[in-house]
């Protein structure tokens, strides 16, 4: 699967596309990361055939309709159908080289990073979407897994926070506020360090200052009418007295 | 490519003059469209202004409509950066800050800032989780409150012990 990667053409295109159409080379990175694990990460191996699966199985129904419609053709009058033998040579080869080489980039493309703060997210060649997200104001976590993406042993983990989330909500990684980091070996992990944290912080994630409140009242658990209490007891004990 | 000069939120009011560059070629993309496209684009970049204080961001814009958007940092909920091929060009990029107002798209859409990493890294710092802020706000605003609140309270307590201490030695004397 990495043959494409080191082939002269793909690389060529790479160094096209970094220097006049301003991809960048480098993954991303999230500053004042923190301590464990920042070092950012891709989409398993398994992801590339994943996606290649499904590019065969769409292929393969266009090229025996292409195909199926050219017989027919030859059958209605072989002199036309020899004419359009190239046309339909070229409408069955060149998409597939076109998207075979489009998948591997959008592979190569897709970066995520996990701190212990927050996730960001890169995909995209044409256009570069880059979506970070604290762990605080993560609302839920989904872990998605198909038939086949349960044969290639990959999931999908997907991030849902309180933003603004479209009517496309149903797409996957296309809701704005949500992040998605498809076709990951270690979903269940994933998910467990996201909800790990998410538990930690205790807070609705909805931008509330409570968490300043909560720890203010875990440093000082006495209130000034406790305070007044006490002191009237105080007075009290001290008249019997 | 790599340089990331730190963003500078309070030299920051106007867009940069390749966004109207940018929105220029957009406008161009719709060939027919242009005049229709490039007028409305045009005064939006004449009028744009931001104003980035230490709690939030607000940026304005429009001539006969006019709209101007305030969030605070704490609300953020998720920051997209998005470059298409033409931002990527003119160094810039389209910076979207979500918050949780329910809305369809995203609350604010910043446009035109030359080095954009900069703006989403000062941002995201200011953003909710990003840092232990609650415990250093406790810090900042009174050191030593949590101290001293607990010391009062144990010398109230230990006063009243002593108190309670002498009415019993007088109860046990008197009876």
Not at chain 1, 6 to 11: A, E, G, L, N, S
Not at chain 1, 78 to 89: F, M, S, T, Y
Not at chain 1, 90 to 107: E, K, M
Request: hydrophobic residues 45%; proline residues 4%; charged residues 20%.
């Amino acid at each position: 699967m990495t043959a494409l990667q080191d082939q002269t053409v793909y690389r060529g295109l790479w160094a096209v596309l970094v220097q006049y159409f301003r991809v960048p080379q480098d993954p991303p990175e999230i500053p004042g990361g923190g301590r464990d694990n920042t070092s950012p990460f891709k989409p398993a191996q398994a992801f590339l055939g994943y996606l290649k699966f499904w590019f065969w199985m769409l292929m393969a129904i266009i090229d025996i309709g292409v195909l199926v419609g050219w017989i027919a053709i030859m059958i209605a009058d072989w002199r036309i159908g020899l004419a359009v033998l190239p046309i339909v040579v070229i409408v069955l080869i060149a998409p597939t080289i076109v998207a075979y080489i489009a998948l591997q980039l959008r592979f190569d493309t897709t970066w995520y990073i996990m701190t212990d703060r927050a996730l960001r997210i890169r995909r995209g060649v044409w256009i570069i979407d880059e979506r970070t997200i604290t762990y605080e104001n993560i609302q839920n976590v989904k872990v998605t897994q198909g038939p086949v993406q349960r044969h290639f042993k990959i999931a999908t983990v997907v991030v849902e926070t309180a933003g603004a989330g479209s009517a496309g909500g149903k797409q996957r990684a296309a809701a704005a506020n949500q992040g998605a980091l498809e076709g990951v070996t270690n979903a269940s992990e994933i998910r467990d360090r996201i909800l790990l944290k998410m538990r930690e912080s205790g807070s609705t994630g909805l931008g509330d200052e409570l968490s300043l409140q909560q720890q203010r009242g875990r440093a000082a658990s006495w209130s000034p009418a406790q305070f007044d209490l006490l002191r009237e007891i105080h007075k009290e004990l001290a008249a019997i007295a | 490519m790599n340089s990331i000069q730190s963003f500078d939120p309070a030299a920051t009011t106007r867009p940069d003059d390749s966004l109207l560059s940018y929105y220029i070629l957009v406008a161009a993309m719709t060939l027919i469209g242009f005049p229709f496209v490039v007028l409305p684009l045009y005064f939006k970049f004449r009028t744009l202004s931001f104003r980035f204080d230490d709690k939030g961001v607000s940026m304005s814009w429009g001539i006969l409509f006019k709209r101007e958007i305030y969030l605070t940092y704490r609300r953020i909920q998720d920051i997209h950066v998005t470059r298409n091929l033409f931002h990527r060009w003119f160094g810039l990029a389209s910076v979207s800050i979500q918050t949780a107002s329910g809305s369809a798209g995203a609350e604010m859409t910043i446009e035109g800032i030359r080095n954009p990493e900069a703006l989403r890294d000062y941002l995201y710092a200011q953003m909710r989780g990003a840092q232990d802020d609650a415990l250093e706000a406790i810090a900042e605003s009174s050191p030593n409150e949590a101290q001293t609140a607990g010391d009062i309270a144990t010398q109230l307590l230990r006063d009243v012990l002593d108190e309670v201490k002498r009415l019993r030695v007088m109860l046990e004397q008197r009876s």
